[in-house]
């Protein structure tokens, strides 16, 4: 059975930063695709980041490029996503995800994703 458990959320001023981790559990990744999404109040979850659990490789939105990184520890079989420069408008809940890969690009949908974490929540103050 697969679990996703994610921590690191919290309260942090503007221009702060803050370390999201998602521990994954109960398969072998390697075949995977590993996403962060967000969702505010009111909204339609939205893409963050993504990362192939096998070669690293990285894509994240436009909105979020150049201020958070995505990365994972193979031995932790955790996934991170490190956020600097935050602002207000990156506050939501933030959900790990776990896509088998199946030749998809980007995995930046939420209909690629077969597993979900319950969430962390994340509030930036102005």
């Known amino acids: 059975q697969v679990q996703l458990v994610e921590s690191g959320g919290g309260l942090v001023q503007a221009g702060g930063s803050l370390r999201l981790s998602c521990a994954a559990s109960g398969r072998t990744f390697s075949s995977y695709a590993m996403g962060w999404f967000r969702q505010a109040p009111g909204k339609e979850r939205e893409f963050v980041a993504s990362?192939?659990?096998?070669?690293?490789?990285?894509y994240y939105a436009d909105s979020v490029k150049g201020r958070f990184t995505i990365s994972r520890d193979n031995a932790k079989n955790t996934v991170y996503l490190q956020m600097n420069s935050l602002k207000p408008e990156d506050t939501a809940v933030y959900l790990c995800a776990a896509a088998r890969l199946g030749g998809g690009t980007y995995y930046d949908s939420p209909l690629e994703y077969h597993y979900w974490g319950q969430g962390t929540q994340v509030t930036v103050s102005s």
């Open positions: 990362i192939r659990w096998s070669i690293g490789s990285s």
